[in-house]
């Protein structure tokens, strides 16, 4: 069924299809309309089983989750920038204690200064503590990945909670036609939550989250690496799966165009249907530009994207992210890969749409323009900001 | 209740005569198996857990420092969400009981124990206090008394210990409004196993504050546990009392002490009050812990006329 | 052995393969004469190694978990136990 929504509501949505047992939640702008959509169906009594608790921070959110799950429950929450970042810790333990909580995450920047706007710190940053990442260009991609997210994390082969980012403001706030799955068609995709290998339950008494002393910590932790590896092959059958239910195709990588680009743009998030746009008035101008639009970011998907962008001069990645003292994130995780391989492209990260600053095609057409110097034998320093106001500055 | 019995099993790592072990096994022994037990990281949670063993024989998590509670909270509503599906049937409805530290409780998991009392889940918060970070070294926490030497607030040639009282806690909990609030000490099991009965009987959050001396941190003889936990209530410095419905936000003593002994008598059972002793008698410091002592007896009404 | 997902322990009270009878000095001992099968001893051992019997009979005390901490001699009423230097 169509309906037209923002995207803070298209992941309530899918949270409520998903039936939670547990949401406990804490709001934060941009991603408040999340519990605010849950407390309402509860109240309402369209989740008649759901318990929303109101929790009094983040930290406590996730913890709540935490235990939920621990005690066999279906746990989900949402949250964004400070709050990613307050329950940070709790990531790590969600992730090492093997629990399939789900999380919305509204992609907002984060303080110091303090911005509400769309940008990628706080899940780039989260990206290290073993959670499974996706991130949607829009609302129909923030409801359904939402959906996929309770599947792959509960697949007894991953037993790894996952998390799926939307824009702030520019996909959470705006309202966008969505196609919504009937209940039943849910019911078949996505079956109750049945944990065999954790419970809290006087009948099997069991012992969690022990301490792990150092003749045992680094097995545990292999184990996750095992089952994130586990997960990658999860995804794909779960895309497959998703795409014969529902008839929207989703991959890890999405190439546009990159069969013979010579320049190569590697997008997260919304940025990427302003860049598809792009790159058809790019080649319409007779210039060879393509992009990959990254789905999901942990696990990586080197794979999938090494021969989509090997054969292009330069790979340009755009990020709505900085690591202060090195540069953008996905160029870090694409660098890595890269250097390996024997016919690779030259690499440079482009920092842009910080704090909510619009990406717009003026700022694309300078990337392009930098990308074009590099093919042309110029070398310069990266990361290359774009459209910073440096006579504000300097 | 002999070894095979007990819910928290033998072969675990507390040090010999640690009052929080003590504490434990009568909580346990009153709640009965039908137990999900929350514990906060802290001497109790890494001392019963060391991987891949573990001293308990009933279903437990320990998740972080400063969230027992609102991981009890999630484990609550967990089972309530089952229990109106229809994944579990209706009566399954084991005890919630959340085991913490002073540290876990007092300081760093304060907003989560409000959190969970405020929102009325229906879970027993243990707070097992040995008046300070043990687990890491005996460092100073807000349950530190007045005049204790810790590795934070050590007995220097110009501060002569903690300076600061003691945080009313069971009074914060209190102060929620909420079903039942007690303290307790492990030198008197059957006032403690009573109270776990009965905050377990009640519907809602319920808040239990237990007194479990640490010869290891307050630096006594491993044998007087029990007798200087017995002397704090003794001498009126650990007040056992209760507040109910019955007689809601008031604290009824429900050990009154005839012929009340003096401080005295239990600091300078301490080598964390030594100071207070050698190489010279603090009587001022002494008589300070005396004056507020008597304040609090004759404010909770612990003398028995 | 394997490790579970997340470390779960799923055998309770595995810790009894930890013997902890070695870490004590003073090893606790019951004189039955004085033992009036109060049980106090039994409540207050923070290892639970003294077990309750039967009413006439003495608690008996598991050495192979006894720290040896005291507490047991310390609050019996009838003085029924003694800690004694343990030669190893």
Known sequence: MMRIVKGNEAAAIAAKLAKPDV?????????????????????????????????????????????????????????????????????????????????????????????????????????????????????????????????????????????????????????????IPSQEEVDAFLPPYKPTHVKLDPDEPMTLGPFGVPEYYQEMRYAQHLAMKNAEKVIDEVFEDFERRFGRKYSKVSPYMVEDAEIVLITLGSVSGTTKEFIDKMRKEGKKIGMVKLTVL????????????????????????????????????????????????????????????????????????????????????????????????? | MSETTSLLASGHRACAGCGAAIAVRQVLEAAGPNTICVNATGCLEVTTTPYPQTAWRVPWIHVAFENAAAVASGIEAAYKALRAKGAIPKDKKPNVIAFAGDGGTFDIGLQALSGMLERGHNVLYVCYDNEAYMNTGIQRSSSTPFGAATTTSPAGKVIPGEMRKKKPIALIAAAHDIPYVATASIAFPADLKRKVKKALEVEGPSFLHILAPCPTGWRFGTEKTVEIARLAVETGVFVLYEITNENPLRPIVTKKIKDRKPVEEYLKLQGRFRHLFKPVKRQDIIDKIQEEVDRKCKLFGVDED | MKIEPGGAIKEPGSSVAYKTGGWRTFKPVIDAEKCISCWICVGFCPDAAIKKTEKGKPPIIDYDYCKGCGICANECPKNAIEMIFEEK
């Open chain 1, 298 to 394: 942990r696990p990586f998907p080197f794979r999938e994207l090494i021969p989509l962008i090997k054969n292009a001069r330069v790979v340009a990645t755009l990020e709505r992210n900085i690591s202060l003292g090195y540069g953008g994130a996905i160029y870090a995780d694409l660098a890595g890969t890269l250097i390996n391989e024997e016919k690779r492209p030259l690499l440079i990260d482009f920092i842009l749409g910080l704090g909510g600053r619009d990406i717009t095609f003026n700022d694309l057409e300078e990337i392009v323009k930098v990308c074009e110097k590099l093919i042309r034998g110029e070398r310069m320093e990266r990361p290359v900001w774009i459209g910073v106001k440096k006579e504000l500055v300097t």
């Open chain 1, 23 to 179: 949401v406990a939640a804490y709001p934060i702008t941009p991603s408040t309309d999340f519990p605010e959509k849950i407390a309402e169906y509860v109240a309402n009594g369209e989740l008649p089983h759901t318990q929303f608790i109101p929790v009094e921070s983040e930290h406590s959110a996730m913890s709540a989750c935490i235990g939920a799950s621990a005690a066999g429950a279906r746990a989900c929450t949402a949250t964004s920038s400070q709050g990613l970042e307050l329950m940070h810790e709790m990531l790590f333990i969600a992730s090492g204690m093997r629990l399939p909580i789900v999380l919305y995450n509204a992609n907002r920047a984060l303080s110091a200064p303090i911005n509400i706007w769309c940008d990628h710190q706080d899940s780039i940053s989260a990206r290290d503590t073993g959670w499974i990442q996706f991130y949607g260009e829009n609302n129909q991609e923030a409801l359904d990945l939402m959906l996929m997210s309770f599947r792959i994390a509960e697949d007894p082969r991953v037993l790894l909670p996952a998390m799926t980012c939307i824009d702030a403001f520019i996909c959470t706030h705006t309202f966008e036609p969505v196609d």
